[in-house]
């Protein structure tokens, strides 16, 4: 699951209307109340997943992409070398 809400009421679109669904079946999430430095001014990102498969796909619209070398470590994001890969 990914949330995002951006800005107020009058600045908000059909990308900020969202539900949660929960089918009663499994165990409901850990909350969790740590903080992070938004890196789009304005918006707020919620992630939560159980499992890696192709159900669970998402990619960001926007935001800092942190591109992998080929070991798998971070690099620079200005890097013109490394081009941005997705992440599973």
């Not at 699951?1 to 089918?23: H, K, L, P, Q, R």
Request: charged letters at 30%; glycine letters at 10%.
């Amino acid at each position: 699951m990914e949330v995002s809400a951006f800005g107020s009421d009058n600045e908000s679109d059909t990308g900020d209307v969202w539900t949660v669904e929960w089918d009663g079946k499994h165990k409901t999430w850990k909350q969790d109340m740590k903080r992070f430095g938004n890196p789009i001014a304005g918006q707020h990102e919620v992630c939560g997943v159980t499992r890696k498969d192709k159900q669970t796909e998402w990619q960001a619209a926007e935001g800092v992409y942190m591109p992998l070398t080929t070991t798998g470590s971070k690099t620079s994001a200005s890097d013109p070398d490394v081009a941005p890969e997705k992440e599973f």
